[in-house]
């Protein structure tokens, strides 16, 4: 994904335009968990840039999805990256 590599290369703003633009792709293509995905490394990109309330709407968005495909592992990890932005 486009956006992974603009992450990696700390190029945060850019990788958040890619995500938004991922997710169109897999919710077109049906592919949940690959939306989830999108969505949750969206926020982690708001966290890296110092924008912990942005972040925190996308991981609860989701946690929604998560919660209605059920999801639970997923939802964990999402709930984790929650709490260290919490305990930041």
């Known amino acids: 994904m ?3 590599m603009y992450f990696l290369q700390r190029q945060f703003n850019s990788s ?3 995500y938004d633009k991922a997710k169109e792709v ?3 293509t049906g592919n949940t968990e690959f ?3 999108a969505i949750e490394r969206k926020g ?6 110092g924008k ?5 709407k996308y991981w609860n968005e989701a946690i929604s ?3 209605k495909h059920n999801l639970k592992d997923r939802q964990k990890l999402i709930l984790s990256n929650i709490n260290k932005v919490k305990n930041n």
């Open 2 to 4: 486009i956006a992974e």
């Open 52 to 56: 912990p309330y942005d972040a925190l």
């Open 35 to 37: 939306v989830i995905e």
């Open 26 to 28: 897999f919710l077109l």
């Open 44 to 49: 982690l990109a708001y966290d890296f840039i």
């Open 65 to 67: 999805l998560c919660k």
């Open 16 to 18: 958040i335009e890619y």
